[in-house]
């Protein structure tokens, strides 16, 4: 089953207001997570390391005040698409490690934002 | 740094048929990790198999199988006996030990279309 949930599955806003998607580890302690922004037909791009207790750590090009990523506890992450635009509508993919000590990441169902 | 290249973007192929996904890497850590991922059109990425560069033994799954080698830095994957169900976006992975947060760098994908 799944391991990692995210919500909401779609969203439709209009331009200006923010939005904000919500990444949890079901059954397991996740004190790093990933948030990744997905354009069609194209691949997985990572946009920031989401730490929990500490700063994110955003990937250059990445807005930080545009996208605000909170860790708000070892089993939810948050990612707030402020003051959104048409260009921010993508598929945005969470994703976090599930065994300490291996690199497999698990990913969530994804987030299709569009933005009117 | 890291790069994966998938070379094709999409192959088609008739229910039955074999299909191989080429996976070429590049990295100079000698320890990582190298996955792959399928994305069918649901948006989900699920995760198939991981490898960590000690271990060249080739994997059978099913009707799945990898051929990992390092001499040529190939991680391929083979479809047997193809079913429409395999129709997806595959994805090739890696990870080192020393990618802050073990980050994944992606490779552009394969669409795989399996007619019946």
């Known amino acids: 089953g799944a391991v990692v949930s995210q919500h909401p599955s779609r969203v439709i806003c209009k331009s200006g207001t923010s939005v904000k998607i919500e990444c949890r580890s079901l059954?397991?302690?996740?004190?790093?997570m990933f948030w990744y922004r997905q354009f069609p037909k194209q691949s997985l791009m990572l946009m920031a390391t989401?730490?929990?207790?500490?700063?994110?750590?955003?990937e250059q090009g990445v807005e930080k005040d545009k996208f605000l990523i909170n860790h708000a506890s070892l089993t939810l992450s948050t990612l707030t698409v402020t003051s959104a635009h048409p260009e921010d509508s993508s598929f945005y993919i969470c994703?976090?490690?599930?065994?300490?000590?291996?690199?497999?990441?698990?990913f969530g169902p994804g987030t299709r934002l569009t933005v009117l | 740094a890291q790069k994966v290249t998938q070379a094709q973007t999409e192959i088609s192929v008739v229910e039955k048929e074999d299909v191989t996904l080429d996976c070429v890497y590049e990295?100079?850590?000698?320890?990582?990790?190298l996955f792959w991922y399928k994305q069918p059109p649901s948006g989900e990425l699920v995760f198939l198999i991981r490898?960590?560069?000690?271990?060249?033994q080739n994997e059978i799954s099913g009707r799945y199988s990898w051929n990992f080698q390092k001499s040529t830095s190939s991680f391929n994957f083979t479809i047997t006996a193809s079913q429409v169900v395999d129709s997806a976006v595959y994805f090739c992975?890696?990870?080192?030990?020393?990618?802050?947060?073990?980050?994944?760098?992606f490779g552009g994908g394969t669409r795989v279309l399996v007619k019946p």
């Open positions: 059954d397991f302690q996740a004190t790093t």
């Open positions: 989401s730490n929990e207790g500490s700063k994110a750590t955003y």
């Open positions: 490898r960590n560069s000690f271990d060249e």
């Open positions: 994703s976090a490690p599930r065994d300490r000590g291996t690199d497999t990441q698990y």
């Open positions: 992975a890696l990870s080192t030990i020393k990618a802050a947060g073990n980050k994944l760098t």
């Open positions: 990295t100079r850590d000698t320890t990582y990790y």
